[in-house]
Structure formats: C-alpha cells, structure tokens
C-alpha cells in the first residue's frame, strides 16, 4: 500500500468516523429525551417492528448495488441493469413488508404493528434507486460526500423523531423519522453522485447472469447475519415481554453503536479500496495493517465503555434503565470481535467470494438461534445477551477467521497475531482495575487514568515497543502533524 493512497485510506476513514460520531451524538441526544418521555414499551413495540423492517432491508438495492464497487461502471449495460434491478425490487418489497404487517401484528398480539409496519414499508419507495448513487460515490472514492449524506440523513432523522414525539406522535415518531432519513439520504446521494442511469423495464438476462453470484451471496449473507442478530430480539419480545425487549435493545443500541461505526469503514472504505486492487499479496499486507489498526484502538475504546457503562446508563436514561447496564456490558464483548468479522468479510468480498460469505454465516444460524432460546429459558434477558456474545462473539469471529484464512490461502498467525496483543493487553488491564480498591469519590476517574495507563505500559511491553506508538506515529503522519 503506497503512502498516497494509505493517506487517501485514512482521510476517507476519518470522514466516515467523523460523519457517524456526529450523528450518533444527535441520536444520543434525542434518545436522552424519548426515555424519559416514551415508556420501555414504547421502544418494545418498535422493536418488535424493526424485526420484520430490518430484515426486509436486506434486499434493498444498497445491497445489490455493492456489485458495482466490485465489478467497477465501465460496462454502462451493466451498470444500467443493476441499478433498474433495484429500482424493481425495492418496490416489490414496499408491498411485502406491508402485506407481512398482519401476521405480525398476530404473533406479537399487539394490533398497533400492522398500520405501524406499513408506515415504515414507504422508505423502500422513496429510497428506491438510491443504492446505486451510493455504489458510484464509493467507486470513486468520494467518502467526503457520502459521509455528508449520511449526517445529514443522521439529523433529519433526529430532528423529526424528536419534533413527532413532542407533539405526541409516540411510538409512531419512529417510522416517522425512519420515513424522513429515507427521503433526505437519497435526494442527497442522487445530488452528489450525478450519475445519469438508464431504468429497463425489460432486463438483460445476460448482465443479471453476470453478477447472479455475486448477488445472491450478498443477499443470502445478509439474511442469515440478519437471523443471527435479530433472533435475540424475536425470542426476547416472544418469550419475556415487550419491557424487556425494551431494556434489552437500548443496552445493545449503546453496546454496538463502535462496532457500527467500524463496519462502516469496513463496509465502504476498505472494501472499496481493496477491490481496486488486482495483487492477492498487497490486499493481505493491507488487511493486516488494517486489523492492526483496528486492535490498537477498539480495545481501548471498548475498555473505556466497559468502565463507563454504568454511570452513564443512570445519568442518560434515568434510574429506571438500571437493567440495561449488565446487558450492556456483556454485548460490549460481542461488539469488539464483530468488528473483526467485518474487516474480514469485507476481504472476502472484495475477492468476489460473497457466496463463501454466504455460507459461513449460514453455518452460524441454527447455532446462534438454538442459544437464545437456551439463554432466555435460563437466564432471561441476561442469558440471551451472554448467548450473543458466545455465539456472535467467540464462535462467529473464530469461525470466520479460519474460513477466510482458508478460501483465501492465508497464515493464520498472520491475521491472528495483530489482535492478540493488543486484547490480551485491555484484558489485564481490566482484570487489575477490578481488584483496586479506589475511594468512592472519583472512583471513575481514577479508573480511566489507571486502565489507559496499563494498556499502553502492558501493550508496549508486549509488543517490545512496537504498539501502541508507532500507530500513533503513523496517525500523526498522515493528517500531516
């Protein structure tokens, strides 16, 4: 990787970072105000919805415009025909979700979620073609552009849920702020992508065949990850209650919220960057360099979380949301290993491997369903949580790490040994943390002083000096200090 692009990788990266952290603190703020107007049940009932929107989400065209990340827009025909493919089945899946809002609203016995899940489905048309702007501006690596559609999607999306809720819309200011991102994302990507397309009516059977492969397995991967991180939420609102499912889903908005913003870069930045490049050998020394980076600071940054968890939960959300602490300290741990996974599915699919992709998250369903129920019966919420992390976490990290080591003929010491030390590193640090006995005034402070400092002493010795320094030396370098 040369020293121009590596800097063209982290700029486009810090945007991305940059675009998400301002937008999750917007969300933040709003979900600060609904706790303390809407009920736990209020976030259950949506919840219980965003079981049936998010998995309809997966066959929108955004998935299937990743094809044109991959295969490049040299071929207009193809390009033209992805992009009419999308525009066809968004709308097909505007109907579906609409239709599969009945019976939805039977299995949870609550007939509210049938008009709600409807209201929701209309995101498919007004979002209908957007996809396919957001595939050309990471193509040509515009991430300054796109990570401004994504803020300002970010904040319509606040600004109306929190506007709807206090003129008393409740639970329905969700889908209205659903509706509203929807609208402001694609007139926003079609501005800044000005790419002209051309809609078929009639598809070229040809061009479908060309990509069919790759479709699928992108379609097929993220309808088995989908029953992987949903299947927590069905069981939970099934077997538990909707108070529960409320507690449980803010634990893991909070929980997951890194691990969200480091899929994003993986998903766009990295994954578009690595199917530009044609040598198997650089893609690896990228990917190493790229978990690396990942490691040094998704420990500590989770290691932070899992210190200030507790009081910010009381201070955001009030006293009433004390269950959602343990909750979130447990999926804290699931998050740290997903981002892993992430850097290593977007590795795959830039080697157009979406159906290995496919069938390792497939492997990974019957196991992760089976421990839901298992956790739910024994433990209740905090069970399905530990059944997450075991499952999502340890199994579905290592899984996947073998796996792609495999397919793509990898040492796996080489893309192993980059997380090991700066892991085992927080890892001592936390366990040390915890036998302090620190005086009750500042307790928390003195707690981040001492973790920092531990992880950089413990992680230096490690590494023999190695990490975390010259991380910082070569951040440092390319944003040109």
């Known amino acids: 990787m040369t020293v121009s692009n590596s800097k063209k990788l982290f700029k486009a990266s810090l945007w991305m970072t940059v675009s998400f952290g301002l937008g999750k603190v917007a969300q933040l703020l709003s979900q600060v105000y609904l706790a303390r107007l809407l009920s736990p049940e209020d976030f259950g009932i949506w919840a219980m919805v965003l079981v049936l929107s998010n998995f309809s989400l997966l066959f929108r065209d955004s998935a299937i415009a990743?094809?044109?990340?991959?295969?490049?827009?040299?071929?207009?025909?193809?390009?033209?025909?992805?992009?009419?493919?999308?525009?066809?089945i968004s709308i097909f899946l505007?109907?579906?979700?609409?239709?599969?809002?009945?019976?939805?609203?039977?299995?949870?016995?609550?007939?509210?979620?049938?008009?709600?899940?409807?209201?929701?489905?209309?995101?498919?048309?007004?979002?209908?073609?957007?996809?396919?702007?957001?595939?050309?501006?990471?193509?040509?690596?515009?991430?300054?552009?796109?990570?401004?559609?994504?803020?300002?999607?970010?904040?319509s999306r606040v600004f109306s849920l929190v506007i709807s809720s206090m003129l008393g819309c409740e639970f329905w200011s969700f889908a209205i702020g659903e509706i509203t991102m929807a609208l402001v994302d694609s007139c926003s990507k079609r501005f800044f992508s000005r790419y002209e397309f051309k809609y078929y009516l009639k598809l070229e059977r040809n061009k479908i065949n060309e990509v069919n492969g790759f479709i699928l397995g992108v379609i097929g991967s993220k309808i088995a990850h989908q029953m992987n991180i949903t299947g927590d939420n069905l069981i939970i609102g099934k077997l538990i209650g909707t108070q529960a499912l409320g507690y449980y889903n803010v634990a893991y908005q909070l929980a997951t919220t890194p691990a969200f913003a480091f899929s994003q870069i993986n998903s766009r930045?990295?994954?578009?960057?690595?199917?530009?490049?044609?040598?198997?050998?650089?893609?690896?020394?990228?990917?190493?360099?790229?978990?690396?980076?990942?490691?040094?600071?998704?420990?500590?940054?989770?290691?932070?979380?899992?210190?200030?968890?507790?009081?910010?939960?009381?201070?955001?959300?009030?006293?009433?949301?004390?269950?959602?602490?343990?909750?979130?300290?447990?999926?804290?741990?699931?998050?740290?290993?997903?981002?892993?996974?992430?850097?290593?599915?977007?590795?795959?699919?830039?080697?157009?491997?979406?159906?290995?992709?496919?069938?390792?998250d497939w492997f990974i369903v019957p196991i992760s369903l089976t421990a839901y129920f298992i956790g739910a019966q024994i433990g209740g919420v905090q069970g399905v949580a530990i059944a997450v992390t075991c499952v999502m976490g340890f199994v579905a990290s290592s899984w996947y790490l073998i796996s792609a080591c495999r397919i793509a003929g990898v040492n796996i010491l080489a893309l192993l040994k980059p997380a090991l030390m700066p892991t085992t590193a927080i890892l001592i640090a936390l366990a040390t943390i915890r036998v302090i006995p620190y005086p009750h005034n500042g307790a928390i402070y003195l707690q981040i002083l001492t973790l920092v400092f531990l992880y950089i002493t413990i992680i230096a010795l490690i590494s023999k000096g190695h990490l975390p320094f010259s991380i910082f030396r070569r951040l440092l370098y390319k944003i040109g200090l």
């Open 66 to 88: 990743q094809v044109l990340v991959q295969k490049g827009l040299d071929d207009s025909k193809l390009v033209n025909t992805v992009y009419s493919l999308g525009i066809n």
């Open 94 to 155: 505007f109907f579906i979700q609409a239709l599969a809002g009945l019976p939805l609203s039977y299995f949870f016995k609550q007939p509210i979620l049938f008009p709600l899940t409807v209201l929701s489905a209309f995101i498919f048309l007004i979002g209908a073609g957007a996809g396919s702007h957001t595939a050309i501006l990471q193509r040509t690596m515009k991430f300054k552009e796109l990570a401004i559609c994504d803020l300002l999607a970010n904040f």
């Open 269 to 360: 930045v990295i994954f578009s960057a690595l199917s530009q490049v044609s040598e198997q050998r650089k893609s690896l020394i990228m990917i190493e360099k790229v978990v690396e980076y990942y490691a040094t600071t998704a420990t500590l940054i989770y290691g932070l979380a899992f210190i200030l968890a507790p009081p910010i939960i009381l201070l955001i959300y009030g006293d009433n949301w004390k269950q959602s602490i343990s909750i979130c300290q447990i999926i804290l741990i699931f998050s740290y290993t997903s981002g892993f996974v992430s850097i290593l599915a977007a590795y795959l699919l830039s080697m157009n491997k979406s159906l290995e992709i496919a069938r390792i």
